[in-house]
């Protein structure tokens, strides 16, 4: 168990262009959540897997995101035509099952750096 | 519409001394409450996980303690070092949802 893994851990991209971030949880984990941090600012959640099926998704994400998890294991977070506005910091989190309960907390990785010049 | 809040901001004192982070939250409608580590440019570092059914946890030196009733938090942190220099995030596990709610953070900062 290496934890929650993400890559890449910063690209750099011009106003415009796609990115796509890559996230793998801990292995036996069926939830995954992407947050977005802000410089100064706390992170915000974004959306969040069940297996392969996104269960809920934040209006922070607008359609030109979208994140998918195709095999219930690794997932993918795609930005496409990025904005300036679009730098953050992405976060990635999982879980061995829901939060409901209160018995099940959240990994997080150590995150993907987007700067968008 | 939970909202967590965290006082300082920003906090700078000289090594040795004990200090104290707050946080607070809106609704006390939460299972778990947990404290984070987050160095510049970096991911988050959990510290403590206080359930809903305890109302302090210990490591090291640090101590968090958790008041459901008045919507409160603080980390205690004694015998401040250079390497404690960081920011720290307080989180909450929302009742009926499948989320944390964060705080800003408080950055600190300590003077060797």
């Known amino acids: 168990d290496t934890g929650v893994s993400q890559d890449p851990r910063h690209k750099i991209t011009k106003r415009g262009q796609n990115v796509t971030f890559r996230c793998d949880p801990i292995s036996e984990h069926n939830r995954l959540y992407w947050y977005r941090q802000t410089l100064g600012q706390g992170p915000e959640f974004l959306t969040y897997?069940?297996?392969?099926?996104?269960?809920?998704k934040s209006r922070l994400l607008s359609d030109r995101f979208s994140a998918e998890r195709p095999k219930g294991s690794f997932s993918t977070l795609e930005i496409q035509r990025t904005e300036q506005g679009d730098s953050a910091m992405y976060l990635c989190?999982?879980?061995?099952?829901?939060?409901?309960?209160?018995?099940?907390?959240?990994?997080f990785g150590a995150g993907s750096r987007l700067t968008v010049l | 519409k939970q909202e967590v809040t965290q006082i300082p901001a920003a906090l700078s004192v000289p090594e040795g001394e004990n200090l104290v982070l707050n946080c607070s939250f809106t609704d006390s409608a939460i299972y778990n409450l947990q404290w984070f580590r987050q160095d510049p440019g970096k991911g988050l570092t959990s510290l403590l996980l206080?359930?809903?059914?305890?109302r302090e946890q210990t490591s090291g030196r640090l101590n968090a303690s958790l008041d459901k009733s008045s919507g409160r938090s603080t980390l205690y942190i004694a015998a401040s070092q250079p390497g404690d220099s960081a920011t720290y995030l307080c989180a909450v596990y929302i009742q009926g949802a499948q989320k944390l709610v964060f705080g800003q953070g408080t950055r600190l900062t300590i003077n060797p």
């Open positions: 206080i359930q809903s059914s305890q």
């Open positions: 897997f069940q297996n392969e099926a996104q269960l809920e």
């Open positions: 989190a999982s879980s061995l099952g829901g939060l409901l309960s209160g018995a099940n907390v959240l990994t």
